[in-house]
Nanobody
């Protein structure tokens, strides 16, 4: 089983990034997916969640209106489009699969700074 995140990096405040998480080794379409983040010295928190079919989503209050989670079950990828980024969005972002089992990716770093 692998969850491989990509797309992180350094971006200026107000900018955008799209994170991707490529899944393999399990039946992706049977799993709900989430994006979590963990800033230095803080607990890991849920940012966005999408159901296995993609028909339902949920967002942390901090992400509503700025972030969009989506998935492509044909490609086994989940995305997180992040717009209007703020310095407080700086964190390591993790992909999470939840179903019969739970899996985590290794994380990708997002830094929002001028």
């Amino acid at each position: 089983v692998q969850l491989v995140e990509s797309g992180g990096g350094l971006v200026q405040p107000g900018g955008s990034l799209r994170l991707s998480c490529a899944a393999s080794g399990f039946t992706f379409s049977n799993y709900a997916m989430g994006w979590y983040r963990q800033a230095p010295g803080k607990e890991r928190e849920l940012v966005a969640f999408i159901t296995s079919s993609g028909g339902g989503t949920n967002y942390a209050d901090s992400a509503k209106g700025r972030f969009t989670i989506s998935r492509d079950n044909a490609k086994n990828i989940v995305y997180l489009q992040m717009n209007s980024l703020k310095p407080e969005d700086t964190a390591d972002y993790y992909c999470h699969a939840r179903g019969y089992f739970a899996y985590w990716g290794q994380g990708t770093q997002v830094t929002v700074s001028s």
